[in-house]
């Protein structure tokens, strides 16, 4: 009988610990308003001077900062009276919608926007969160604790630039008579409608717009067709699932 072929065994190299690279986690760097913004500030050219053209542009800019302060007097004016007021989850909704309403006009204070519009012969305007402005802590001290309660992050926080986002919305909420969810269609936006309408605008329900897509054509249908109240399985699914990821 042949013999089998005996089956060379690789040679042993041993691993040594300085050639192994280990994995180094790096801390996440937590985001601030002010990494998100870039602010222009004018300065010189190569040349050492500001050409006519940054000249022009310090001075339209300076031009528009004084329009946009007259502006907010003209609005306070306009606010005095009843309005509904239409409360979305993020700036850019907050845009897409107050222009797909009406021709609707900008303002802003502390640099939050906020958008005035009339339709119907109805006062509309349509301001903004920036997610959740409030988060669940816990009730009183020791371990464990099962009590929470919904605090602003700005409580929680000493330095949380949402808090001028929440006092945007305090403010605009004393006039308003009527009240109109449009944070985005699922548990989470309802939370954030929710806690909005009970503990800032201090009211127990609002209608609700409901869409899936920010187009001109679906928001004036949304709109049309408001739900009478918010979704009420939708917001105590939500709040449920943070106080058991709180837990």
């Not at 610990?17 to 990494?35: A, G, T």
């Not at 609005?75 to 021709?103: H, M, R, S, V």
Request: glycine fraction near 6%; aromatic fraction near 10%.
């Amino acid at each position: 009988m042949a013999r089998k072929k005996q089956k060379k065994e690789e040679p042993f190299i041993p691993i040594k610990p300085e050639d192994v690279k280990l994995k180094v986690e790096v801390p996440v760097k937590e985001i601030r308003e002010e990494d998100l913004i870039t602010i222009e500030k004018p300065g010189k050219t190569k040349f050492g001077k500001m050409t006519k053209k940054m000249k022009i542009e310090l001075r339209t800019r300076s031009i528009r900062e004084d329009v946009e302060k007259s502006d907010s007097e003209e609005t306070n004016n306009k606010l005095k009276g009843d309005y509904t007021l239409i409360i979305t989850e993020k700036p850019q909704a907050a845009f897409k919608i107050a222009n797909a309403l009406g021709k609707a006009r900008k303002y802003s204070e502390n640099f939050v926007p906020y958008y005035y519009l009339e339709r119907d012969g109805k006062k509309i305007v349509v301001a903004c969160a920036v997610g959740h402005l409030l988060n669940l802590s816990g009730i009183g001290k020791g371990y464990p604790i099962f009590e929470t309660e919904w605090l602003a992050n700005f409580k929680s926080k000493k330095q949380d630039w949402s808090k001028k986002y929440y006092n945007l919305l305090a403010k605009l909420c004393k006039n308003a008579s009527e009240f109109i969810i449009a944070t985005d269609y699922d548990i989470e936006g309802e939370v954030i409608g929710w806690n909005i309408i009970r503990f800032i605008a201090k009211q127990k329900d609002a209608k609700r717009m409901k869409y899936s897509t920010l187009t001109t054509d679906e928001l004036n249908d949304s709109y049309k067709n408001l739900m009478p109240t918010l979704d009420w399985g939708q917001a105590i699914a939500g709040e449920t699932r943070h106080i058991l990821d709180w837990l």
